[in-house]
């Protein structure tokens, strides 16, 4: 392999997927497509920065935008905070290989209006006493307004102190023993079934 670069006229060869040229500089190949149109958020402290990434580009949050670059086998490098950071893809998340921590994925916010947006929520151990909606990236009702964020089947919640849950039919399990979620309508639903019936006890009926 031959080419004129930027010092003249070189030869190279490849070798496991990147050209190792006689002057001694190397080339990998770049996979950034995998990121484009994709969003992120801090994983410890899921919705307080919502970083994008398109273009080979990351904009958003609390960084200048930088370049981006995702290289064969998931290393990702790029610029946050004024320094050069590198990290791994690992399937929807970004372990950053510092004090950057880890970012996990956003889901489109057509998926998460599917599962999450206008379904109401209350805890199955206090039902009623408050009830949570979904609109956006904001957990609105209870104490105070919070950020909640899905990716992958996998809901993150700065309201009940920054905790992930599990989404599984009409329920959330909160890690960390932080409760169950029950949406409003099974409830209801629930209740509909016993409205207006008469019962009697089976041993003395």
């Known amino acids: ?52 990434i398109n273009a080979d580009m990351v904009y958003g949050g609390d960084v200048v935008p930088a370049a981006v670059a995702l290289l064969q086998g998931g290393k990702v490098f790029t610029v946050l905070h004024g320094k050069n950071v590198s990290g791994v893809l690992t399937g929807s998340e970004i372990q950053w290989a510092s004090d950057e921590g880890v970012w996990v994925s956003i889901a489109s916010l057509e998926e998460a209006r599917g599962h999450l947006e206008g379904i109401r929520w209350t805890d199955a151990e206090k039902p009623g006493e408050h009830t949570y909606v979904v609109v956006g990236d ?68």
Do not use: F
């Open 138 to 205: 904001t957990l609105l009702g209870g104490p105070a307004p919070g950020t909640i964020v899905l990716s992958g089947g996998t809901i993150y919640s700065s309201l009940k102190g920054n905790v992930s849950g599990k989404l599984a039919n009409d329920t959330i399990e909160w890690s960390g023993g932080s409760g169950t979620w029950v949406t409003v309508d099974s409830i209801e639903k629930a209740r509909s079934s016993l409205d207006g019936r008469c019962w009697t006890d089976m041993a003395r009926p």
């Open 1 to 52: 392999l031959s080419a004129t670069l930027s010092d003249g006229p070189t030869a190279g060869e490849v070798k496991g997927g990147q050209i190792e040229w006689d002057d001694g500089h190397v080339w990998v190949a770049l996979d950034s497509h995998e990121l484009d149109n994709t969003r992120w958020t801090q994983k410890a402290h899921p919705g307080k920065n919502i970083y994008s």
